[in-house]
Structures are given as structure tokens and as C-alpha cells.
């Protein structure tokens, strides 16, 4: 499992969802503030990152371990793609049209200044889109993380498989998952990375060449609330011991049976603070199965820090 959120999967993933209409309940908040930042960097990303199938895996690089890149080792691992690497997957990309490659045709020849520009491009557009996000990105990676971490816990990586989104199947030894096209990768002893994504939207992710380290990059559960939306006014009703005990009880994930058990209140209790704190904003609730995992916002976080905001990375 993938430590967070990778820098560079969120920024070219949010790209497609910029110019998808689809899942404005999620996104449409997000967009709606993204677009007015935006300037010249998105006709380059366009020709490089289709509306739709490959684009080119040097835009998100891979790594062995589990600790993600940040965005500016990521920018510089781009940047210091091999010439030879560049050009064959530029040349992967599919017809193109006349003004798509004119802007490709620079980095067809593999020079360091086109692909100086393309990273600038990247950089430009991962601080208008992403890195204002990053905390509510983190927050849903975090508790995408504790419903496969409790999964592995209780079952081993049978149930961690088993415990993937429903587009993603497990069926021993086999890893089946809803794909655009049908083709298999063969893993030959090499461990699989989960990447879940903020931005990944409907079918998982991997890389094309399967010489590449083996990721699946996919989505995460969204609440039903819109992630950038607000605090309303429920967070006025956040006053009291208990409920502030019970926030604090969430710490890094629990669901509600355990969080009865720390805050010292009943099941049905536990239950409807829990609510309380999701409508005002302070918690994420996903459901697993027949349970449901809490886990803190980034305002809810910040509200246990005495108003410390998250920090950015």
C-alpha cells in the first residue's frame, strides 16, 4: 500500500477531470475555482495528456517503495527522463491532429529545453489545481488507507485484495479489475503497489509498459458531500466535552464500535456524534462492508491542533 497521495498521479489525473463534465458533485466545486488560475500550461498538457487512453508513463514515475514521491522530486524525475524514453512514448500517443503536433513535435526530438518546458507546464498547473487541495486529496487517501489497513489486519492480503472497490475483484491468484482494454500483466514475483487517488475517477490505472514497476492506481470512496465544500453551520452545534472527546477519539481512524469504546458512550451515541462531526465537516465516514470507518478531515485535524493548519507536501 502506497504510504499518501502521489503528486504527480493527482495532477495529471485532475487534468482529466478538468475537462470531464461528469461527477460535478465531487469535482464541479473544484473546477469551478481551478479554471480561473489556469493560463498558457494547459495547451501544452493537452497535447501530452489525451482527453482519453495513454498517455505517456514518464509523466507519473515510478518508484519501488512505498513513500510517494513529492511534487518537486516528481517534477525532477520527469525531467530527467532519458531522450530515448521520451521519444518512444511521445510516439505511443495516438493520432495527434495538426495542432497537437506541432506542440509534440519538440519533444519528439528528446531536447532538454522542450522538456524543461513540459515540467514548468506540469509544475504551473500542479499549484493551481492540486497543491491548494492537497490536504482534503491527503484526508481521503488516509482513509481509503485505514479501511485496506483494518482489512489486512483481519484477513491478511486475501481480504486486502478482497477489500478493493468494486470495479477491482479478486479472484485467486488472479487480480481482476475493470479496464478500458483487455490486456494482462504479469507480475513474475514483483510486488503490486496500491495507489489510491483522489482523482481517479471510474476504472483503476496502471502503467503501459509492464517493465515499469507494477502500480494500480485507484479511485477512493467519495463522501456524499462535496470534499471542498465549506464548514455550514453545523459546526456551531460542535460544543461540549463529549463531543470533543469523541473527535479526539477518532484520531487516526476507527470505526464506530471502537470509537464507542474510546470515547467512553454508547453505541448509538458514538454513532450520532460521529454524524454531528461529518456534517460540520470535521470527519470522513466510509462504509466497508457491514461497518463504517471514521477518520479526521483536514478542519478536523486542525481543530485538535488549536487551529495549526495542515501542512502541505
Given amino acids: 500500500m502506497a504510504s499518501g ?12 477531470r478538468l475537462r470531464d463534465r461528469r461527477a460535478s458533485a465531487v469535482f464541479g466545486k473544484w473546477r469551478t475555482e481551478t479554471r480561473p488560475r489556469l493560463s498558457g500550461e494547459v495547451r501544452l498538457l ?29 517534477m525532477e524525475a520527469v525531467r530527467a527522463t532519458p531522450p530515448d524514453r521520451l521519444r518512444a512514448e511521445i510516439a505511443l500517443l495516438e493520432d495527434p491532429g495538426a495542432r497537437r503536433a506541432a506542440r509534440l513535435d519538440p519533444l519528439r526530438e528528446g531536447g532538454a529545453e522542450p522538456l524543461a518546458r513540459l515540467v514548468g507546464a506540469l509544475r504551473d ?13 491527503r484526508s481521503a487517501v488516509e482513509a481509503d488507507r485505514a479501511i485496506r ?8 492480503a486475501d481480504e486486502l485484495l478482497a477489500s478493493l ?3 477491482i475483484r479478486w479472484r485467486a491468484p488472479v487480480l481482476e479489475a475493470d479496464y478500458p482494454v483487455d490486456r494482462d500483466l504479469h ?18 490505472v496502471v502503467l503501459r ?21 465549506e464548514p455550514g453551520p453545523s459546526l456551531g452545534r460542535l460544543l461540549g466535552q463529549t463531543r470533543s472527546t469523541v473527535l479526539r477519539a477518532i484520531g487516526d481512524g476507527c470505526t464506530t464500535s471502537e470509537l464507542a469504546r474510546r470515547a467512553g458512550v454508547s453505541l448509538a451515541s458514538a454513532s450520532q456524534h460521529a454524524c ?20 479526521l478531515t483536514p478542519l478536523g485535524g486542525s481543530l485538535l491542533r488549536g487551529g495549526a493548519p495542515v501542512p502541505v507536501s
Fill in 46 to 74: 493537452s497535447a501530452v495528456v489525451p482527453q482519453r487512453g495513454y498517455f505517456p508513463d514518464f509523466l507519473t514515475p515510478s518508484q519501488e517503495s512505498a513513500e510517494p514521491l513529492g511534487a518537486d522530486a516528481a
Fill in 187 to 204: 507480475l513474475h514475483g514483483r510486488g503490486l503497489l496500491l495507489q489510491p487517488s483522489y482523482f481517479c475517477r471510474g476504472t483503476p
Fill in 125 to 137: 498547473y500542479h499549484r493551481a489545481a492540486v497543491e491548494p487541495y492537497w490536504p482534503h486529496i
Fill in 209 to 229: 509498459d509492464p517493465l515499469l514497476p507494477p502500480v494500480l492506481v485507484y479511485p477512493v470512496a467519495h463522501p456524499a458531500a462535496p470534499a471542498f465544500a
Fill in 165 to 167: 472497490p468494486p470495479v
Fill in 276 to 295: 454531528v462531526l461529518r456534517e460540520a465537516g470535521l470527519v470522513h465516514t466510509l462504509r466497508h462492508g457491514s461497518s463504517v470507518q471514521h477518520t
Fill in 149 to 156: 489497513g483494518r482489512a489486512l489486519l483481519d484477513g491478511g
Fill in 5 to 16: 497521495p502521489d503528486a504527480l498521479w493527482e495532477t495529471i489525473l485532475s487534468f482529466h
